[in-house]
């Protein structure tokens, strides 16, 4: 059972836009950024998202985040094929002292 | 840039010691980062096991805090994880990765290497 709460999976045709949800509490998510990892299958996972909504140089601006609360939000827009993958947030949770990660998302482009 | 790349037996006994290290290249692990080893159970999500700074500061996941040891080699450039009395639970793809001081993110990550625990 993981810290933070992701769906299992979500769907989307390419080219439209799909939202991944990451729930917690105020121990992780409310006091602290979110950061958002993209993994390939047999490929180690990339950052994506970091503090909540900023992009790391090189990561399409297709990708954005947005938090509120103790919920924050990973959206891709314009699917393509090469962005199925899986997903997972993370944030630092203040009373365990240790990072913690959603159960990750698994996303199909149909 | 920073590249990391993890070593180590790819087999460990149940009841043993899982030992791995983590070269860094391209960069100093006694920079202000955060060296950092994640897990992957095959199938499954990730999962922090725990960090450590040049300085020897370090956090660990309360899970696993009783059976692991993050340590860093400022001589050879590279850290350890060391993981007691393993069982078939700690089969995974062991990940190491720089969390940066500034961004507080993961990266870069090493390629993976995968533990089986075997009986």
């Known amino acids: 059972q993981s810290v933070l709460t992701q769906p299992p999976s979500v769907s989307e045709a390419p080219r439209q836009r799909v939202t991944i949800s990451c729930s917690g509490s105020s121990s992780n998510i409310g006091n602290n950024p979110v950061n958002w990892y993209q993994q390939h299958p047999g490929k180690a996972p990339k950052v994506l998202i970091y503090?909540?909504?900023l992009l790391p140089s090189g990561v399409s601006d297709r990708f954005s985040g947005s938090k509120s609360g103790t919920s924050a939000s990973l959206a891709i827009s314009g699917l393509q094929s090469e962005d199925e993958a899986d997903y997972y947030c993370?944030?630092?949770?203040?009373?365990?002292?240790?990072?913690?990660f959603g159960g990750g998302t698994k996303l199909t482009v149909l | 840039q920073v590249q990391l790349q993890e070593s180590g037996p790819g087999l460990v006994k149940a009841s043993g010691t899982l030992s791995l290290t983590c070269a860094v290249s391209g960069g100093s692990i006694s920079s202000n980062d955060f060296w950092t080893w994640v897990r992957q159970p095959p199938g499954k999500g990730l999962e922090w096991v725990g960090e450590i700074h040049h300085s020897g500061s370090f956090n660990y996941n309360p899970s696993l805090e009783s059976r692991v040891t993050i340590s860093v080699d400022k001589s050879k450039n590279q850290f350890s994880l060391k993981l007691r009395s393993v069982t078939a639970a700690d089969t995974a793809v062991y990940y190491c990765a720089r969390a940066g001081a500034t961004s507080n993110y993961l990266d870069p990550w090493g390629q993976g290497t995968l533990v089986t625990v075997s009986s």
């Open positions: 993370a944030a630092w949770d203040d009373s365990l002292d240790a990072w913690v």
């Open positions: 503090s909540d909504d």
